[in-house]
């Protein structure tokens, strides 16, 4: 079945930076666009930063800049690198196929301390 794994999070300074992993199973993955979402708590998950199978890349207004998206389908991951960090940034992360609902993971916690 789809297993995703999201690492990478942890307590970081404003302007500092994180690189998030996500591994991916049970799904063709270089044939699958990935996403990843943020929540922050009391808010609806939003989308970040998208890559097509082709490695075309695609981002939210309030990452542009700072986020970028890639992908290694030899190890059937994706990855978001993370710089000048905010304290709004403060969400758990998760990807998953684009335009998929199911089969989400647990997550990985960012805290960006102002």
């Known amino acids: 079945q789809v297993q995703l794994v999201e690492s990478g999070g942890g307590l970081v300074e404003s302007g500092g930076s994180l690189r998030l992993s996500c591994a991916a199973s049970?799904?063709?993955?270089?044939?699958?666009?990935m996403i990843w979402y943020r929540q922050a708590p009391g808010k609806e998950r939003e989308g970040v930063a998208t890559i097509l199978e082709g490695g075309v890349r695609s981002y939210a207004d309030f990452v542009k800049g700072r986020f970028t998206i890639s992908r290694d389908n030899a190890k059937n991951t994706v990855y978001l690198q993370m710089n000048s960090l905010k304290s709004e940034d403060t969400a758990v992360y998760y990807c998953?196929?684009?335009?998929?609902?199911?089969?989400w993971g647990q997550g990985t916690q960012v805290t960006v301390s102002s």
């Open positions: 998953n196929r684009l335009g998929s609902s199911v089969s």
């Open positions: 049970g799904f063709t993955f270089n044939n699958s666009a």
